[in-house]
């Protein structure tokens, strides 16, 4: 089936099913984009974001993409590029790992998070920068990486390796930013601290909520708002930032 070409801006968005990446996926939508967003299992979920973006008038792209799969990543682009218009890209998509110590980690814990969180990220920014550089024939735009408030943290006696992840993309905001700083793409990052998704295990926001300075968690529309400032032009001098949406966590 041939993919509908809009003169509107795409905006990208990784793991856009499902919390944050769904409240980027609408709120861009309201914004004006259009918007392409990927899922690993859960299409279901995929499919009502996408019915939602298209109640508001806009178009919308369902991707079936792993970010830790290379050939994933680099079919994602190529219907991106079919697509046409890409303008923006957010990069969501992370996973956490079962909860240990790193001594007791397996191997394929550490490989998994490490390849999702930080390579899809290394490797979803080489290819955004690509198309949307004045160097490489783009006409600019704009990358936001979602990072996590656990890369100070240090997530100790939980997942120690997603917060070193998160503390590698932290890095990869500063350095990709720099790098293309005149070339027309801004890169920054959201660092959200305790957001009510379903990535938590049952009962840990609960349980941690009392420590939180704002006595709350934050909500995925929260960091979605911030993300979208980023995006915009209110943010056209705003480049290498790490926006803690953390209520003083």
């Keep these: 089936m041939a993919v509908e070409i809009s ?3 795409l905006l990208l968005v990784t793991g856009g099913s499902r919390g944050i990446g769904a409240a980027t996926a609408l709120a861009a939508a309201c914004a004006g984009y259009d918007v392409a967003l990927t899922y690993v299992a859960n299409q279901a ?3 009502k974001v996408a019915d939602e973006i298209r109640a508001l008038g806009r178009r919308a792209v369902i991707i079936k993409a792993d970010m830790g799969v290379e050939s994933d990543i680099e079919k994602m682009f190529a219907e991106v590029d079919a697509a046409g218009g890409l ?3 957010v990069y969501n998509s ?3 790992g079962e909860n240990s110590t790193l001594a007791d980690a397996r191997n394929e814990t550490l490989r998994e998070v490490v390849e999702v969180n930080l390579l899809g990220a290394l490797m979803v920014g080489r290819e955004a920068v690509k198309r949307l550089s004045t160097k490489h024939g783009g006409r600019g735009g704009s990358i936001v990486f979602i990072s996590s408030r656990a890369s100070d943290y240090g997530s100790a006696g939980e997942y120690v390796w997603y917060a070193a992840s998160k503390g590698g993309v932290d890095s990869l905001t500063i350095g990709l930013a720099r790098e293309v700083a ?3 793409v801004r890169v920054n990052a959201v660092s959200p601290g305790p957001i009510a998704t379903d990535m938590h295990r049952p009962g840990r926001l609960e349980a941690a909520i009392e ?3 704002f006595g709350r968690a934050g909500t995925p529309d929260e960091v979605a708002e911030a993300v979208m400032f980023l995006l915009s032009e209110k943010a056209s001098f705003t480049s ?4 803690n949406v953390s209520g003083a966590a």
């Design 182 to 184: 005149r070339e027309g």
């Design 87 to 89: 303008k923006a890209v």
């Design 240 to 243: 290498g930032a790490i926006l």
């Design 211 to 213: 420590r939180f300075p």
């Design 94 to 96: 992370a996973v956490t």
């Design 45 to 47: 979920a995929a499919e």
């Design 7 to 9: 003169d509107s801006p």
